[in-house]
């Protein structure tokens, strides 16, 4: 990286979820920019492959076994990265699931299940990651957002309610500690082609409506949000707070007519 204003080398950096998907692709951009990458997630034989993938010979990634919906765990997770480096000066937040069904078929526990590790556990992470960050005065945290926090889709209302629970999480922890030096923003993807969701975007029928509903007409993949996390960790982005950023292929933008004009 020529232009140490986009550089993470050095930093130490969180991610949560960290083992597939999103957070497997942005911990290994983190990873190739020299910056110390510690990946936490709930299975730990997934979470080592993914270390050892992600590794290079130069810049090895440390991986722990965290439920984010638990406090112990987190605080196990926490005290460990301190004990190692003595900071965290970046948090990813990615962990989250999804259950795609009728509202009215949703029983408590998937309600919870969904709840529990979207809302609540990123609320535990960010808390317990910012309790460190504002006695040394820095830091970024990036929550995961969703293009359902735009608008709903049918069939996600449990994700998009928590959904929307981090993205006022990000505007509150913004506001109350940016006097601490500590900026908080997210992301928010559009369509993004990953192992969770490629049996969705199989069916031609979706893949079409997608495509037509995205003004760059093409599902996003993982690495398209690689430039959105690391300007969001870098000094590039240090007036820059409370903020999210909707990497959607401009589906946001407007709604589209499905004629030709």
């Given at each position: 990286?020529?232009d140490?204003?986009?550089s993470?080398?050095?930093?130490?950096?969180?991610?949560?979820?960290?083992?597939?998907?999103?957070?497997?692709?942005?911990?290994?951009?983190?990873?190739?920019?020299?910056?110390?990458?510690?990946?936490?997630?709930?299975?730990?034989?997934?979470?080592?492959?993914?270390?050892?993938?992600?590794?290079?010979?130069?810049?090895?990634?440390?991986?722990?076994?965290?439920?984010?919906?638990?406090?112990?765990?987190?605080?196990?997770?926490?005290?460990?990265?301190?004990?190692?480096?003595?900071?965290?000066?970046?948090?990813?937040?990615?962990?989250?699931?999804?259950?795609?069904?009728?509202?009215?078929?949703y029983?408590?526990?998937?309600?919870?299940?969904?709840?529990?590790?979207?809302?609540?556990?990123a609320?535990?992470?960010?808390?317990?990651?910012?309790?460190?960050?504002?006695?040394?005065?820095?830091?970024?945290?990036?929550?995961?957002?969703?293009?359902?926090t735009?608008?709903?889709?049918?069939g996600?209302?449990?994700?998009?309610?928590?959904?929307?629970?981090?993205?006022?999480?990000?505007?509150?922890?913004?506001?109350?500690?940016?006097r601490?030096?500590?900026?908080?923003?997210?992301?928010a993807?559009?369509?993004?082609?990953t192992?969770?969701t490629?049996?969705?975007?199989?069916?031609?029928?979706?893949r079409?409506?997608?495509?037509?509903?995205t003004?760059?007409?093409?599902?996003?993949?993982?690495?398209?949000?690689?430039?959105?996390?690391?300007?969001?960790?870098?000094?590039?982005?240090?007036?820059m707070?409370?903020?999210?950023?909707?990497?959607?292929?401009?589906?946001t933008?407007g709604i589209?007519?499905p004629?030709?004009?």
């Open positions: 990286m020529s140490k204003l986009f993470v080398k050095d930093q130490v950096v969180l991610v949560t979820g960290g083992s597939r998907g999103i957070g497997k692709e942005l911990a290994s951009a983190f990873v190739r920019r020299n910056a110390h990458v510690i990946i936490a997630g709930r299975h730990k034989q997934t979470l080592d492959e993914t270390a050892t993938e992600i590794s290079t010979p130069s810049n090895s990634v440390s991986a722990q076994i965290c439920d984010v919906s638990s406090t112990d765990d987190v605080e196990l997770l926490i005290e460990s990265v301190i004990s190692q480096h003595g900071r965290i000066d970046t948090l990813v937040s990615v962990a989250g699931i999804n259950k795609r069904m009728k509202a009215e078929s029983t408590i526990d998937e309600y919870d299940s969904i709840t529990d590790i979207n809302a609540k556990g609320w535990i992470i960010a808390q317990a990651v910012g309790r460190k960050m504002i006695p040394q005065g820095s830091g970024s945290i990036i929550n995961v957002d969703s293009l359902n735009y608008a709903p889709l049918r996600t209302t449990p994700y998009a309610m928590s959904k929307a629970s981090v993205l006022m999480m990000t505007r509150g922890l913004a506001n109350e500690w940016g601490h030096g500590i900026r908080v923003n997210s992301i993807p559009g369509f993004i082609h192992d969770l490629k049996k969705v975007w199989a069916d031609e029928t979706m079409a409506w997608g495509k037509t509903n003004p760059l007409e093409r599902l996003g993949k993982v690495s398209d949000l690689v430039g959105a996390a690391i300007f969001l960790a870098s000094d590039a982005s240090q007036f707070s409370g903020q999210t950023l909707r990497v959607d292929g401009g589906f933008a589209n007519w004629v030709e004009l």
